[in-house]
């Protein structure tokens, strides 16, 4: 019988790449790790990994055996879950991943309406760009994330995951207060604000300015939306914003349609294997009724 911890580790290597992601997941140390695989290795009787540069790769059989692995991994978290829904008692933590915009309008009520309801459940939040996010809610960093998609740009589907609808957030554009622009072919002379390059939004919103004819002049890239909020609102920038943005705040900036009315998708994902687990549940439930009335 094979030791499952050291399968773990194995699944570990083929979702992350190096030891040293195992090891930073895991919070132990490379050497650690590398023992732990030569260990498995005696078991198994064959090689699992092979020198590549400065790091190892699964070999053929590691890789069969890390899918396996992560069969096992799934059935034990099944178990857990199933375990965890009998007990009468609501209590664990949930680690939750969430992106900013999503941060600012939801997480408030929501954990104040677990810490009322359900105050026996520990929820851990960490602020989380959604790809990523995504990709360490596979690899167990993470419990419960929630994403965001937006039109004409699919977000990454990861063996494992579900997947659940939280809200669809309307897309406009942003101007600031007084200006006479009636659309967004009227902003090519002006300063933008956008996301970073590589960001779904960032590609969306230059689609959309050159859509209308013009190469938007981007002046300053910032990841973070109150930025841009903030750059709208005193007159420095234009924008394409969500409307989450907005929720809970009145702004003197000048908010118009675009053609399509087009909108994000944001939604949670978990480990198809946890989401039943009723400490994740109760969270995925405070989130959309938190949503709903935003």
């Not at 829904?85 to 680690?95: C, F, P, Y």
């Not at 997480?107 to 360490?136: D, F, K």
Request: proline share 6%; hydrophobic share 45%.
């Amino acid at each position: 019988m094979y030791d499952v911890k050291r399968l773990r580790l194995l699944r570990e290597l083929a979702d992350r790449g190096t030891l040293a992601e195992v090891a930073a997941a895991l919070h132990h140390s490379p050497s650690s790790v590398s023992q732990q695989l030569a260990l498995l290795e005696r078991e198994v009787g064959v090689p699992l990994t092979t020198a590549a540069g400065r790091g190892v790769v699964l070999t053929p059989d590691g890789q069969l055996l890390a899918a396996r692995a992560g069969e096992v991994l799934r059935i034990l978290e099944r178990a857990e879950t199933e375990i965890a829904a009998r007990s009468s008692a609501v209590t664990g933590a949930v680690r939750l991943a969430v992106f900013q915009s999503a941060a600012l309008a939801l997480l408030p009520q929501t954990l104040a309406r677990m810490s009322a309801e359900h105050p026996g459940v520990r929820v851990e939040v960490v602020q989380h760009e959604p790809e990523q996010a995504l990709r360490r809610t596979a690899t167990r960093d993470f419990d419960l994330v929630v994403a965001e998609q937006y039109p004409g740009h699919a977000t990454a589907r990861h063996v494992g995951l579900d997947r659940r609808p939280l809200v669809r957030d309307r897309l406009r554009l942003a101007l600031p207060p007084g200006s006479a622009e009636q659309d967004i072919a009227g902003t090519a002379r002006l300063p933008w604000v956008m996301e970073p390059h590589g960001a779904a939004s960032r590609h969306w919103a230059e689609q959309r300015c050159r859509e209308a004819g013009f190469e938007p002049d981007v002046r300053v890239e910032s990841a973070d939306l109150e930025v841009h909020v903030r750059l709208v609102e005193s007159g420095n920038a234009v924008a394409l914003l969500p409307d989450l943005v907005w929720a809970g705040r009145t702004t003197p900036a000048r908010l118009v349609e675009l053609p399509g009315s087009p909108q994000r998708e944001v939604f949670t994902s978990a480990r198809a294997a946890g989401a039943d687990r009723p400490a994740l549940r109760l969270l995925r439930a405070a989130l959309e009724a938190v949503a709903a009335e935003a």
